[in-house]
């Protein structure tokens, strides 16, 4: 009796492997695809392209993924923010590494995810977490010219453009989304897509928004203007 009994429950437990194995062995083994697409930039107005087209971000919305582990990574270098932009998964910690020999101080004042990090030295980083998707701007108290744009998307499926305006954005599974490119320099141009095979999608355009001059004037993390400071201060 015993005997049947343990041959039973060994029969049910191989019956609920094969079932758990039959539903994820497919998932495992889901076939990925590659997108591939060109983007051309406008200046403001729209009547002449800018001079490189980097610094777009396209990415794809239609599906959520977990935020990676690993933060995403930002070097101050040079009294500059590297990269200049920055795409990162929705609940992504965002890293901010002090590799100038001055102190800087990061803040944002954007009303989603307001924060300051304080002054803090060479060798030291602060860390920031970014929950909502959107476009947030990040600057340095000290340093009026540390600009850095983020951009918060919903997945891992996401790319930056070269000077040419090529992208290419991996592992995307087969499915329904919509395509969005948006600029540093402002403008956003989305597109309906169908992913069922490698994809190389037509040439879309974007015009900017905004010019340089409007994207570096803002003011300090109290609300006021940034004091003029003597060479000797940025030393």
């Not at 933060?71 to 932009?85: S, T």
């Not at 304080?118 to 340093?143: A, F, L």
């Amino acid at each position: 009796m015993r005997f049947n009994y343990q041959r039973k429950a060994s029969g049910i437990v191989r019956f609920w492997l094969a079932v758990v194995l039959a539903f994820l062995l497919p998932l495992a083994h889901a076939e990925t695809f590659t997108i591939e697409g060109k983007v051309k930039i406008y200046k403001k107005g729209g009547k002449r392209t800018l001079w490189n087209y980097n610094n777009a971000i396209a990415y794809l919305e239609g599906v959520s993924t977990p935020a990676p582990a690993e933060p995403a990574e930002v070097d101050q270098r040079k009294k500059k923010f590297l990269p200049r932009i920055l795409p990162v998964v929705q609940g992504q910690v965002v890293r901010f590494h002090n590799l100038d020999r001055v102190e800087h101080n990061v803040f944002s004042t954007e009303k989603k995810n307001t924060f300051d990090l304080g002054r803090y030295p060479t060798g030291e980083y602060r860390d920031q977490v970014y929950d909502e998707i959107g476009m947030y701007k990040v600057y340095c108290n000290i340093h009026k010219k540390m600009i850095l744009d983020i951009i918060v998307v919903p997945n891992r499926y996401f790319a930056t453009t070269d000077k040419k305006g090529n992208y290419s954005i991996t592992g995307v599974p087969a499915g329904e989304y919509v395509l969005k490119v948006w600029h540093i320099y402002g403008g956003l141009v989305e597109l309906p897509i169908s992913v069922q095979k490698d994809t190389v999608l037509p040439e879309l355009s974007l015009t900017s928004t905004r010019v340089v001059r409007e994207i570096e004037d803002h003011l300090n993390k109290e609300g006021m203007k940034y004091k003029v400071k003597s060479r000797r201060f940025y030393k």
